[in-house]
């Protein structure tokens, strides 16, 4: 294999993960392995951070397919008509959430943020959505 054509390998130190590009209200993205800061093509890969008791703003991520990861607490994911559906998470479990589906994200602690792993191809799109009808349902709160 020809070395002048390989790509360097790079270290992303934590205190110095820029933000991602793409933003929602509440679900703060930073950017881990990512075309702003490394050599990779076709795939973001960051850290989402949302605050205790806070609530993402209903979004989706085109035509990326996302896995997550909850890194630690406890989470939620809200799709389906009218946000209606929920599946609950917490540290330790995986998510994958298809291409082009609307979605809202939340902690479901008031006292502990939400970390979340994140990776999507072929990059971080966010599309935010506005004027969203999202059904009143009971949140299961763990604390």
């Known amino acids: 294999m ?3 054509k390989l ?15 793409g933003q929602t209200q509440n679900a703060k993205r930073y950017s881990g ?3 702003e800061n490394t050599a990779v093509k076709d795939l973001w890969f960051g850290k989402v951070v949302t605050g205790p008791g806070e ?3 209903a979004h989706h991520h085109g035509e990326a397919e996302t896995g997550g990861y909850v890194f630690k607490g406890h989470g939620f ?17 995986f998510v994958y959430v298809p291409p082009f589906v609307p979605h809202i994200e939340g902690n479901l602690s008031h006292t502990e943020e939400l970390i979340w792993l994140t990776t ?12 969203q009808d999202v059904a009143e349902i ?5 604390d």
């Open 7 to 21: 790509k360097k390998l790079s270290v992303q130190r934590k205190d110095e993960l820029p933000m991602a590009p």
């Open 55 to 57: 609530i993402s703003d």
């Open 2 to 4: 020809d070395e002048t």
């Open 138 to 142: 009971q949140l299961p709160y763990v």
């Open 120 to 131: 999507r191809n072929p990059d971080n799109i966010v599309v935010n959505l506005e004027n």
């Open 77 to 93: 994911i809200r799709f389906g008509e009218r946000y209606e559906e929920i599946v609950t998470m917490e540290e330790g479990d």
């Open 33 to 35: 392995v990512s075309k």
